[in-house]
T-cell receptor
Framework: EAGVTQFPSHSVIEKGQTVTLRCDPI?????LYWYRRVMGKEIKFLLH????????ESGMPNNRFLAERTGGTYSTLKVQPAELEDSGVYFC????????????FGPGTRLTVT | SQQGEEDPQALSIQEGENATMNCSYK?????LQWYRQNSGRGLVHLIL?????REKHSGRLRVTLDTSKKSSSLLITASRAADTASYFC???????????FGAGTTVTVRA
């Protein structure tokens, strides 16, 4: 069974540009989470989808971040315009609907904003 | 605010020795989990302990949970070079199961 996949693995962009990160959850997992770790700090929750609906987006830092999950399958996280403080590693995780706590993480996307 | 905090921040041990790291948290939890992250890779789930459990074992891993002290420990016995990684504790509370992570403990196992 394929795990959670994320694309790209690494992105380097200039301040002010736009970047879109993609996450493909494990097939059949209705829960999808985004987390991020900025330099040297703890991993922080960004938002949670149940199928295509946003269940909780309390962790989204500001309106420069937009997450979507079309059709309840893969999800994208767009940062527009990117700022220096957005640099970090963005993780995606997925879980089954009745086993929310068993979250399987992807390898992460390392975002560098210069 | 940070829910889980690991201690120590960094640990260097010789292969074959045991490694112990601790995690403290602030609020009541449903579950506490430990994850490992090897350099440049994703988070790998190691073990989950529920709030009504006190100790759990998985291979060379032993996790304890003390809800009265709001703390947990992860013991890795007979460490190997491949155990070199960052270790994170994560807690979930409430109904939504979003995880709260600590800053992690970086473990280096010297051959």
């Amino acid at each position: 069974e394929a795990g959670v996949t994320q694309f790209p693995s690494h992105s380097v962009i200039e301040k002010g540009q736009t970047v879109t990160l993609r996450c493909d959850p494990i097939s059949g997992h209705d829960n999808l989470y985004w987390y991020r770790r900025v330099m040297g700090k703890e991993i922080k929750f960004l938002l949670h989808f149940v199928k295509e609906s946003k269940q909780d987006e309390s962790g989204m830092p500001n309106n420069r971040f937009l997450a979507e999950r079309t059709g309840g399958t893969y999800s994208t996280l767009k940062v527009q315009p990117a700022e220096l403080e957005d640099s970090g590693v963005y993780f995606c995780a997925s879980s089954q609907l009745d086993r929310d706590y068993e979250q399987y993480f992807g390898p992460g996307t390392r975002l560098t904003v210069t | 605010s940070q829910q889980g905090e690991e201690d120590p921040q960094a640990l260097s041990i010789q292969e074959g020795e045991n490694a112990t790291m601790n995690c403290s948290y602030k609020t009541s939890i449903n579950n506490l989990q430990w994850y490992r992250q090897n350099s440049g890779r994703g988070l790998v789930h190691l073990i989950l302990i529920r709030s009504n459990e006190r100790e759990k074992h998985s291979g060379r891993l032993r996790v304890t949970l003390d809800t009265s002290k709001k703390s947990s420990s992860l013991l890795i016995t007979a460490s190997r070079a491949a155990d070199t990684a960052s270790y994170f504790c994560a807690t979930d509370a409430g109904l939504d199961y979003k995880l709260s992570f600590g800053a992690g403990t970086t473990v280096t196992v010297r051959a």
